[in-house]
């Protein structure tokens, strides 16, 4: 007797969507970035993009009647905020000052292979060799940039080495939302994430408020479409996917980032990376090509075989019964 196999579970396309929302929209970031640079100041535009972002975000907040989030939330939630929201965008700001955004774009994907050394460090998660072996290509990749941009004088340099330090905050940050996203809501760890960077740029509000004053309309737009859209709306579909995957595998989808970000900046800005650093962006994603492969199965540290997602249920299931 011949059974018919049970048909499969419809593919979910709403956490790829999701994902897809944050990496398109991310990328116009760094365009943005660049254009309202030369009018606003590191902080302040970070201050700028973080109230707008805030307002929106609060609104929604009511809107939905969501309220605060649980208290076993809050420690990932303030983390995130003064890393990613705060720190991150502060240095990359003044990053931006420094190169330019494709290279910008390059460097800071250096990002998902610190999302997995911290993983590993921080979250207990396994680090396989190729992992390790990534991170030094991409690395090298980023050596190879900063010696591109040289000639320009040692301000490009600091812009490469602020790039650096913007990937690894936001590395950080992403660390420290995933948990958070046990207990609360991708509304709510973003909107609360983005109030704490805020209150932490709030230094920055006099600088914010003179600047604005003799800003061009264009930059005070572009400051607005950056809290709203790759802000507002990013952070919060990323969030979203976040909680529907792992850190890890979720960083990847950022890999296309620098390609949509030459692509637009050449449009926009009509400039594009020197030929060297293009050739250290690809040493890059090269990295993290060499991070990700034979990444189907891996091993716990019991020494068993498990699928990643198989780990990744187990884990969630484990930690929800702890919270229990």
Known sequence: ??????????RDWRTPAAACTSVLLWASAFVSIRSAGDAYSPGALALGRLLAGGLALGTLLVLRREGLPPRAAWPGILWSGLLWFGLYMVVLNWGEREVDAGTAAMVVNIGPLLIALLGARVLGEVLPGRLVAGMAVSFAGAVVVGLSLSGHGGASGLGVALCVLAAAAYAAGVVAQKPALRHGSALQVTA?????????CLPFAGT???????????????????GLFPTALAFTTWAYALARTTAGRLGATTYAVPALVVVMSWLLLDEVPAPLAVGGGLLCLAGVAVSRSGEQTGRTRGGRAQPVEGRRDDTERQAGERSR
Do not use: K, Q
């Not at 007797?1 to 419809?10: F, I, Q, S």
């Not at 914010?208 to 950056?226: I, K, R």
């Open 1 to 10: 007797m011949t059974t018919t196999p049970a048909p499969a579970a419809p």
């Open 208 to 226: 914010l408020v003179s600047e604005a004053a003799e800003a061009p309309l264009s930059a005070t737009l572009n400051m607005v479409y950056l």
């Open 192 to 200: 609360f994430g983005c109030l704490i960077g805020a209150a932490a």
